[in-house]
């Protein structure tokens, strides 16, 4: 492990989606274990500044409004000339080989840039290029090992971990107050990608199992997607469950789940919110492919399960039912 006798500055730039932000946490946690006075900075898109903000290892968080104040080429030069790290920053690492990351750990004068070598502009601009290793499948593993290319050694496999505090928060102590008393059971079945959302007739047969046995069964959504589903339900005589679509931001939806006896969903970021806070997670991939490269390792996370594309409602409750004898006191 290295040590520094001054505090060094590290820049992690994400502007990818919800799950992309959360699984960059081993980064965060490797540079803290090789440089444990380091100054851990997230640069994120602005819809997503709490997945980052509330990440185990983070010091501070800073966002990137692409659609807002930060669009287009004058958006850009704005927050370079904003950004109270400019000329500071020890180490940029331009994540998810993004081009607009790469430009801004140059413009900001990073001293080490590191990124994949993939595109013209990241020869160019980049001064550290992290070849992947062949024998890493898992994104959090390959986003870990990028503090390969400051130390030369492999980075650690830990597991991500985000920070929550539902004592603290007034939405998830109303809830408690309201629903507290039953088993309560989170349920994501829509996501970015449509091919991954659960088939509705298998959600309703779902939370009808659920109801039947006493329990109630948070819905977690966001955006209009989300909304049209939590209405499909409705049409199909689905109406026992906490329809909370839109209704959190994500530091709240994560203290809810807390509430949760476990977390069911889909592959998408509410899916690694769940595990990441230490919630028994049922982790459904309609797209089998995806599970070495997105799904959480079981040796990392034995409080999550995980089902293929090979699902029914029955086999997603028994699972759950299973997974909840097993940490009934987690």
């Avoid at 966002?63 to 930060?70: A, L, N, Q, V």
């Avoid at 409602?313 to 759950?320: D, G, M, W």
Wanted: aromatic residues 14%; contains cysteine.
């Amino acid at each position: 492990m290295q040590s520094s006798q001054q505090e060094k500055i590290f820049l992690i730039i994400n502007l990818s989606f919800f799950g992309d932000v959360l699984v960059t946490n081993t980064l965060c946690q490797n540079i803290k274990m090789n440089y444990p006075d380091a100054k851990v900075v997230f640069v994120v898109n602005k819809p997503f500044y709490e997945a980052a903000k509330y990440q185990y290892c983070v010091d501070d968080v800073i966002y990137f409004d692409k659609k807002g104040e930060h669009k287009g080429l004058f958006g850009f030069f704005k927050f370079i000339q904003n950004c109270k790290y400019k000329n500071k920053i020890y180490a940029a690492f331009a994540m998810y080989d993004n081009e607009r990351a790469i430009l801004l750990s140059y413009f900001l004068n990073a001293r080490h840039r590191i990124s994949g070598p993939s595109f013209y502009v990241k020869w160019s601009l980049t001064d550290i290029l992290i070849e992947r290793k062949k024998e890493l499948s898992r994104m959090q593993d390959i986003n870990g090992d990028f503090i390969r290319a400051l130390t030369g050694e492999n980075g650690k496999v830990v597991p991500i971990k985000y920070l929550t505090d539902a004592n603290n928060d007034a939405f998830a102590q109303k809830l408690l107050k309201e629903f507290g008393e039953k088993e309560i059971i989170g349920l994501c079945t829509v996501g970015k990608h449509k091919e991954n959302y659960l088939p509705a007739d298998t959600a309703v047969e779902l939370i009808e199992k659920f109801n039947s046995e006493n329990k109630t069964v948070f819905y977690f959504g966001a955006g209009e997607a989300a909304n049209e589903y939590a209405n499909e339900l409705r049409k199909r005589g689905c109406v026992k469950f906490v329809d909370l679509t839109n209704a959190t931001t994500i530091y709240q939806l994560a203290n809810v789940m807390q509430l949760c006896k476990a977390v069911i969903s889909i592959d998408t970021g509410t899916m690694h919110l769940s595990y990441a806070t230490g919630r028994p997670t049922v982790c459904i991939f309609k797209r089998p492919k995806m599970i070495k490269k997105w799904a959480p390792l079981p040796d990392l996370y034995p409080h999550t399960v995980i089902i293929g594309s090979k699902f029914t409602a029955e086999n997603i409750y028994q699972k759950t039912l299973k997974l909840l004898d097993k940490f009934a006191v987690y």
